[in-house]
């Protein structure tokens, strides 16, 4: 039984109380006395010269205040790319200014190129309506191909082939993965589309900049998942404002799926337009805008190939890739289609010999970037797509081929072909677990019924591994990363005994605020309900590196662990003074600190006393206070990993898809909170529905944004998704992190899309389409049904 | 959204005079007005409202039909014609959400004539009389297209009257992003033939589909449309279906409908 309130204990998320009962404090609720009010003008054309801005008409608006082009930033620096990604031939990538607003061209629909400041929003809006800008249309580049193939047309002047780089990994393994397909006794093709999505977090991003005149000091209250990252690019490369000069505050946030991880024109702009004003300037981003300037997800186009023996081993694979940046290199942007997508084509199997090669292409097209799960499912969904093909090409059952080639349990550390090393894992075990929750035997009798109701039913399998908890600062430093991924924690132990922990990760919908306090309960043997959690400000919190990649709780809680750490040792040795005992002899257990083998102790609230008041302390060799910070910096990544099954009906007349089952076994690696990971994985899984089956963001060839409402972009909605099975019974637990934990942010998002795809295939086949082998995301009913008519 | 004047008046013929003054629009359950003046595609100066006017709500079954009041709003026409007119109160209960189903109404629906409306399909296939301030309309007059209908400027659907038929189905397959219909076929089957009416479908709106109108005349049974095919020719196409698909889905939804009357 775990603790009430400590590790394994599913408490209800103390956060949810505020957010539920409209208490919730997001930054469009924060109104600061004598804010203006920000309205962004955006491009209509996807791309455009910007011949001139006659802003005096506008200026001229009742309320307005100030109007800003791009021309009021030629002197500060650009919003930059977090990684250097070198190309195939060794050459550095190459990075386009991405300025504040946009100057010179306009890139894609959306694209900021003028602010109003005005006393009301309206004021503003209706200001940048007279804004009278002198755009000449230029012809809009959209599609990869094309864009790759014609350098006449570029997105930006100076890069001629619109492409940022032409990465192979691992270069030197591509001669002998060729060689192995030369001789490969099969080779299954697939080509396919892992679809654009929009992230559409509930909350849509907000900002507002507060300059103080009297100090010199900037304010910047925002939508971030990130703060600390936020200031560092805004300091460090965009506006040359010292960090001790800035804090940056994401107060409640509501979801950001990684949209939020990155930093945006905007927030610099009500920075600088507050210094100018020397008022607040506030935006609010309505949900049009966010279509449309919101980084997307995904959109990779890629050529898979697996060479395989009769037996189905799998023996080399090689893959081909073209992804979409956008229009410019959004933070996280070229690691996302590569160190987050190439290193995890291996997946939990054997096979020996892996290739993969990634261009990066700009489009006049919203800068794309990670989202939930980024790039690794991606990776994912090609692998699992074509061994589901090869399977079927061989006559060998999905999940047999799967087991024939998974790593097995007695080989790890394991050392992948793409660069990984795999500390621990257990693929057979949560496979086994879902055929057993998956009710296999039963299908067939499942599949009758459906077939008595008109209906085809299919089976999909799929198995998924990530490499999370990112990440190791030395590693991520040689591929390319500008920053460190470490993460920090401060424990504050206040003078009559509760508890401050500042923690960098940042908690948007996580429910860090229970499951970080559930984590000190258990370490300290203190009442969680003692424990606060304070984030999302960076002048209270020490650093941290934000959340995304499932990172928080393997980083971030590792570094709260180590700061634990800190604080028992100077508890002991507060405690043997005051017991008069040898350091050596004391020992913590439960939240006292205890003599060995005699019933002397002290509490915890007592140590804590002491250290603030300290009459009976050792002064002359210990600071008084209890408060410690430690840094965290991971050895490896975390690999958790697991297998979903989906079972489908598709109604034949209209193509319409129905999820009917769908189980989960997955390998966290320890649960601190068995309810949030539910949580997260029901997420998750909704998330990978929502990309099989109904998102997907569509540009005609102008360029124009066809999805730009939910009028048209279909997010899943509660009666989408069945009632899933959820396992995570099945723990190899990280071997090298404290906390044993690996993560399951991204898993459902992940491990879904293949499952689904999977299955819809299966139905079909089943049912004698046998000409259908695949069919694009989203698998809409009119994509199905059309795919049906051959 | 740009600034307006707001008047609510308790009459018809108040509302008819407010109407009257330049840049005036009618407001009913502001479903669709509103958000495209949120968006700025619609800057009405005056908007006059119509959901204060008692003798433009209700549902009542008169000697002629169901009468259902313009202004009466989605969710009370799912409640209180189901008794009289079960296939309209279920088209009704199926349209957005509840709180669209609060606020949006049958008069702003039919005005609107948005080519993926559910209430136009039953309208027409009922062959239903528009009654407006002014005159009565025939369904089949009624809409003239894309958001187009007879309406005059400044004329105001008071309430439509639906003869009700032998049996009836709606059937309505959600267009997945927004769940208005992609296609929507409203089968009615009267003492003196079948009507059938496609939403969702058609490039300029609502139409009947004559064809299989004659076949369910002949034989009320699914099995009566299967030979026919309809065509694609002029009908939508777009990222949620082609006009191929379309014409599919319109036969399948309307042999479901027969099933289900
Ligand atoms: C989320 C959402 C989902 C929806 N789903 C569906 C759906 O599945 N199926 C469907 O059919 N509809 C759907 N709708 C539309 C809904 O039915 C609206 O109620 C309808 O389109 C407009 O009705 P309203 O009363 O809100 O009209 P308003 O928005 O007030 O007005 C619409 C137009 O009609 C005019 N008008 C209004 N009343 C009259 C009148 N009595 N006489 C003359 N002109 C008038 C107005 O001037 C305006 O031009 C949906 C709407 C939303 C927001």
Same mark, same amino acid.
């Given at each position: 039984?775990?603790?009430?309130?400590?590790?394994?204990?599913?408490?209800?998320?103390?956060?949810?109380?505020?957010?539920?009962?409209?208490?919730?404090?997001?930054?469009?609720?924060?109104?600061?006395?004598?804010?203006?009010?920000?309205?962004?003008?955006?491009s209509?054309?996807?791309?455009?010269?910007?011949?001139?801005?006659?802003?005096?008409?506008?200026?001229?608006?009742?309320?307005?205040?100030?109007?800003?082009?791009?021309?009021?930033?030629?002197?500060?620096?650009g919003?930059?790319?977090?990684?250097?990604?070198?190309?195939?031939?060794?050459?550095?990538?190459?990075?386009?200014?991405?300025?504040?607003?946009?100057?010179?061209?306009?890139?894609?629909?959306?694209?900021?190129?003028?602010?109003?400041?005005?006393?009301?929003?309206?004021?503003?809006?209706?200001?940048?309506?007279?804004?009278?800008?002198?755009?000449?249309?230029?012809?809009?580049i959209?599609?990869?191909?094309?864009?790759?193939?014609d350098?006449?047309?570029?997105?930006?002047?100076?890069?001629?082939?619109?492409?940022?780089?032409?990465?192979g990994?691992?270069?030197?393994?591509r001669?002998?993965?060729?060689?192995?397909?030369?001789?490969?006794?099969?080779?299954?093709?697939?080509?396919?589309?892992?679809?654009?999505?929009?992230?559409?977090?509930?909350?849509?991003?907000?900002?507002?900049?507060?300059?103080?005149?009297?100090?010199?000091?900037?304010?910047?209250?925002?939508?971030?998942?990130?703060?600390?990252?936020?200031?560092?690019?805004?300091?460090?490369?965009?506006?040359?404002?010292?960090?001790?000069?800035?804090?940056?505050?994401?107060?409640?946030?509501?979801?950001?799926?990684?949209?939020?991880?990155?930093?945006?024109?905007?927030?610099?702009a009500?920075?600088?337009?507050?210094?100018?004003?020397?008022?607040?300037?506030?935006?609010?981003?309505?949900?049009?805008?966010?279509f449309?300037?919101d980084?997307h997800?995904?959109?990779?186009?890629?050529?898979?190939?697996?060479?395989?023996?009769r037996?189905?081993?799998?023996?080399?694979?090689?893959?081909?890739?073209?992804?979409?940046?956008?229009?410019?290199?959004?933070?996280?942007?070229?690691?996302?289609?590569?160190?987050?997508?190439?290193?995890?084509?291996?997946?939990?199997?054997?096979?020996?010999?892996?290739?993969?090669?990634?261009?990066?292409?700009?489009?006049?097209?919203?800068?794309?970037?990670?989202?939930?799960?980024?790039?690794?499912?991606e990776?994912?969904?090609?692998?699992?797509?074509?061994?589901?093909?090869?399977?079927?090409?061989?006559?060998?059952?999905?999940?047999?081929?799967?087991?024939?080639?998974?790593?097995?349990?007695?080989?790890?550390?394991?050392?992948?072909?793409?660069?990984?090393?795999?500390?621990?894992?257990?693929?057979?075990?949560?496979?086994?677990?879902?055929?057993?929750?998956?009710?296999?035997?039963?299908?067939?009798a499942?599949?009758?019924?459906?077939?008595?109701?008109?209906k085809?039913?299919?089976?999909?399998?799929?198995?998924?591994?990530?490499?999370?908890?990112?990440a190791?600062?030395?590693?991520?430093?040689?591929?390319?990363?500008?920053?460190?991924?470490y993460?920090?924690?401060?424990?504050?132990?206040?003078?009559?005994?509760?508890?401050?922990?500042?923690?960098?990760?940042?908690?948007?919908?996580?429910?860090?605020?229970?499951?970080?306090?559930?984590?000190?309960?258990e370490?300290?043997?203190?009442?969680?309900?003692?424990?606060?959690?304070?984030?999302?400000?960076?002048?209270?919190?020490?650093?941290?590196?934000?959340?995304?990649?499932?990172?928080?709780?393997?980083?971030?809680?590792s570094?709260?662990?180590?700061?634990?750490?800190?604080?028992?040792?100077?508890?002991?040795?507060?405690?043997?003074?005051?017991?008069?005992?040898?350091?050596?002899?004391?020992?913590?257990?439960?939240?006292?600190?205890?003599?060995?083998?005699?019933?002397?102790?002290?509490?915890?609230?007592?140590?804590?006393?002491?250290?603030?008041?300290?009459?009976?302390?050792?002064?002359?060799?210990?600071?008084?206070?209890?408060?410690?910070?430690?840094?965290?910096?991971?050895?490896?990544?975390?690999?958790?990993a697991?297998?979903?099954?989906?079972?489908?009906?598709?109604?034949?007349?209209?193509?319409?898809?129905?999820?009917?089952?769908?189980?989960?076994?997955?390998?966290?690696?320890?649960?601190?909170?068995?309810?949030?990971?539910?949580?997260?994985?029901?997420?998750?899984?909704?998330?990978?529905?929502?990309?099989?089956?109904?998102?997907?963001?569509?540009?005609?060839?102008?360029?124009?944004?066809?999805?730009?409402?939910?009028?048209?972009?279909?997010?899943?909605?509660?009666?989408?998704?069945?009632?899933?099975?959820?396992d995570?019974?099945?723990?190899?637990?990280?071997?090298?992190?404290?906390?044993?934990?690996?993560?399951?942010?991204?898993?459902?998002?992940?491990?879904?899309?293949?499952?689904?795809?999977n299955?819809?295939?299966?139905?079909?086949?089943?049912?004698?389409?046998?000409?259908?082998?695949?069919?694009?995301?989203?698998?809409?009913?009119?994509?199905?049904?059309?795919?049906?008519?051959? | 959204?740009?600034?307006?004047?707001?008047?609510?008046?308790?009459?018809?013929?108040?509302?008819?005079?407010?109407?009257?003054?330049?840049?005036?629009?009618?407001?009913?359950?502001?479903?669709?007005?509103?958000?495209?003046?949120?968006?700025?595609?619609?800057?009405?100066?005056?908007?006059?409202?119509?959901?204060?006017?008692?003798?433009?709500?209700?549902?009542?079954?008169?000697?002629?039909?169901?009468?259902?009041?313009?202004?009466?709003?989605?969710?009370?026409?799912?409640?209180?014609?189901?008794?009289?007119?079960?296939?309209?109160?279920?088209?009704?209960?199926?349209?957005?959400?509840?709180?669209?189903?609060?606020?949006?109404?049958?008069?702003?629906?039919?005005?609107?004539?948005?080519?993926?409306?559910?209430?136009?399909?039953?309208?027409?296939?009922?062959?239903?009389?528009?009654?407006?301030?002014?005159?009565?309309?025939?369904?089949?007059?009624?809409?003239?297209?894309?958001?187009?209908?007879?309406?005059?400027?400044?004329?105001?659907?008071?309430?439509?009257?639906?003869?009700?038929? %032998?049996?009836?189905?709606?059937?309505?397959?959600?267009? *997945? @992003?927004? +769940?208005?219909? &992609? !296609?929507? #076929?409203?089968?009615?089957?009267?003492?003196?033939?079948?009507?059938?009416?496609?939403?969702?479908?058609?490039?300029?709106?609502v139409?009947?589909?004559?064809?299989?109108?004659?076949?369910?005349s002949?034989?009320?049974?699914?099995?009566?449309?299967?030979?026919?095919?309809?065509?694609? %020719?002029?009908?939508?196409?777009?990222?949620h279906?082609? *006009? @191929?698909? +379309?014409?599919? &889905? !319109?036969? #399948?939804?309307?042999?479901?409908?027969?099933a289900?009357?």
């Open positions: 039984m775990p603790k009430d309130g400590g590790i394994g204990a599913s408490t209800l998320r103390r956060e949810d109380i505020r957010f539920l009962t409209g208490k919730g404090r997001y930054t469009a609720d924060i109104s600061l006395r004598g804010q203006a009010h920000a309205c962004f003008l955006r209509e054309v996807a791309h455009g010269r910007i011949r001139s801005i006659d802003t005096s008409a506008a200026e001229e608006m009742p309320g307005v205040l100030a109007v800003l082009t791009g021309e009021d930033f030629t002197e500060v620096g919003n930059p790319t977090g990684w250097l990604v070198q190309s195939r031939n060794g050459a550095t990538m190459k990075e386009p200014k991405r300025p504040v607003l946009a100057h010179g061209k306009v890139r894609h629909v959306g694209d900021a190129y003028a602010m109003v400041v005005a006393e009301t929003y309206e004021q503003a809006k209706d200001a940048c309506e007279a804004i009278e800008a002198d755009i000449e249309e230029l012809p809009a959209v599609d990869m191909a094309q864009a790759v193939a350098s006449s047309n570029r997105v930006h002047d100076e890069i001629e082939d619109n492409v940022v780089f032409d990465w990994w691992i270069e030197e393994n001669a002998a993965v060729d060689a192995a397909f030369e001789t490969a006794p099969h080779v299954t093709t697939l080509e396919l589309v892992n679809n654009r999505l929009s992230p559409n977090a509930m909350e849509p991003r907000a900002s507002i900049g507060d300059f103080d005149s009297g100090t010199g000091d900037y304010k910047l209250y925002t939508t971030s998942q990130n703060p600390h990252l936020t200031r560092l690019l805004i300091s460090a490369f965009v506006m040359g404002i010292p960090e001790n000069k800035l804090t940056v505050i994401a107060p409640d946030v509501g979801g950001g799926f990684g949209s939020k991880i990155y930093h945006y024109g905007e927030e610099a009500v920075l600088a337009a507050s210094k100018r004003l020397n008022r607040p300037v506030k935006w609010v981003c309505d949900r049009s805008e966010a449309l300037s980084a997800g995904r959109d990779h186009v890629t050529k898979i190939q697996l060479a395989t023996d037996e189905g081993n799998f023996l080399a694979l090689r893959t081909e890739t073209l992804a979409n940046m956008g229009a410019y290199l959004s933070n996280f942007a070229t690691c996302t289609p590569t160190f987050l997508h190439g290193t995890l084509m291996a997946g939990p199997y054997r096979t020996p010999l892996v290739y993969v090669n990634v261009k990066a292409v700009l489009t006049n097209t919203v800068p794309v970037d990670a989202y939930r799960g980024a790039g690794r499912p990776a994912t969904y090609s692998l699992e797509r074509v061994i589901d093909k090869a399977a079927d090409e061989l006559g060998i059952d999905p999940w047999e081929i799967r087991r024939r080639n998974f790593i097995d349990p007695g080989a790890f550390p394991y050392t992948t072909p793409v660069g990984l090393v795999y500390d621990t894992g257990n693929y057979h075990a949560t496979m086994d677990k879902l055929r057993e929750l998956s009710d296999v035997a039963g299908f067939e499942r599949a009758e019924e459906s077939r008595q109701r008109g085809l039913r299919g089976f999909g399998l799929s198995t998924w591994i990530e490499a999370c908890g990112i190791p600062s030395n590693l991520v430093g040689v591929l390319g990363c500008r920053v460190g991924l993460d920090a924690a401060t424990i504050r132990v206040n003078a009559t005994g509760n508890i401050s922990v500042l923690v960098g990760a940042h908690s948007h919908g996580q429910g860090h605020e229970t499951v970080f306090a559930q984590l000190i309960a370490k300290l043997g203190v009442d969680a309900n003692s424990v606060e959690i304070v984030h999302g400000d960076t002048s209270k919190i020490p650093f941290g590196m934000g959340t995304y990649g499932s990172r928080s709780l393997a980083v971030c809680g570094a709260m662990m180590k700061a634990a750490d800190k604080i028992i040792d100077k508890g002991k040795k507060i405690a043997a003074h005051m017991l008069e005992a040898a350091e050596g002899d004391i020992e913590f257990t439960d939240g006292s600190f205890s003599v060995a083998g005699t019933d002397r102790q002290k509490s915890f609230a007592e140590i804590a006393f002491s250290a603030y008041v300290p009459h009976n302390y050792p002064l002359e060799t210990l600071e008084p206070g209890l408060e410690e910070t430690a840094f965290y910096d991971p050895a490896n990544f975390t690999y958790p697991g297998a979903y099954g989906c079972e489908v009906e598709v109604d034949p007349e209209t193509g319409g898809v129905d999820i009917v089952r769908f189980t989960c076994a997955d390998d966290f690696g320890n649960v601190i909170n068995p309810m949030i990971v539910q949580g997260q994985v029901h997420g998750g899984v909704a998330q990978g529905i929502g990309q099989a089956l109904l998102e997907g963001v569509v540009y005609n060839e102008d360029g124009q944004l066809l999805t730009g409402s939910y009028m048209d972009y279909a997010m899943p909605r509660a009666d989408d998704v069945p009632s899933f099975t959820v995570h019974s099945c723990v190899t637990p990280c071997t090298h992190n404290p906390l044993g934990a690996k993560g399951c942010g991204e898993a459902g998002a992940i491990g879904t899309p293949p499952a689904v795809v299955a819809v295939v299966d139905a079909l086949r089943r049912a004698g389409h046998d000409h259908i082998t695949h069919i694009d995301m989203p698998l809409t009913p009119s994509r199905v049904w059309t795919a049906m008519q051959g | 959204m740009h600034n307006f004047d707001l008047v609510k008046p308790s009459s018809v013929a108040e509302a008819v005079a407010a109407l009257g003054s330049e840049g005036a629009q009618a407001l009913s359950g502001g479903q669709t007005l509103l958000p495209s003046m949120k968006q700025r595609l619609a800057a009405p100066e005056r908007l006059v409202s119509l959901t204060d006017i008692a003798e433009m709500k209700g549902v009542c079954r008169g000697e002629e039909g169901l009468v259902v009041g313009a202004a009466t709003p989605h969710g009370v026409v799912a409640r209180e014609a189901k008794a009289h007119y079960p296939a309209l109160a279920w088209l009704a209960g199926e349209i957005g959400d509840p709180s669209v189903r609060a606020r949006g109404t049958i008069g702003g629906s039919l005005a609107n004539n948005d080519p993926a409306a559910c209430y136009p399909a039953a309208a027409l296939a009922s062959g239903a009389t528009i009654v407006t301030d002014r005159r009565e309309i025939a369904a089949g007059d009624f809409f003239q297209g894309l958001f187009t209908t007879a309406l005059e400027e400044g004329e105001i659907v008071t309430s439509v009257r639906f003869p009700l038929p %032998e049996r009836a189905a709606y059937m309505k397959f959600a267009q *997945p @992003a927004s +769940r208005f219909a &992609l !296609v929507g #076929v409203f089968v009615a089957q009267f003492a003196d033939g079948v009507r059938v009416a496609v939403t969702g479908a058609g490039e300029d709106g139409f009947r589909w004559t064809e299989a109108e004659g076949a369910l002949a034989d009320f049974r699914p099995e009566a449309v299967e030979g026919l095919s309809l065509s694609a %020719e002029g009908l939508l196409g777009d990222l279906g082609t *006009p @191929a698909y +379309r014409a599919h &889905l !319109v036969k #399948v939804l309307t042999k479901r409908a027969v289900a009357a």
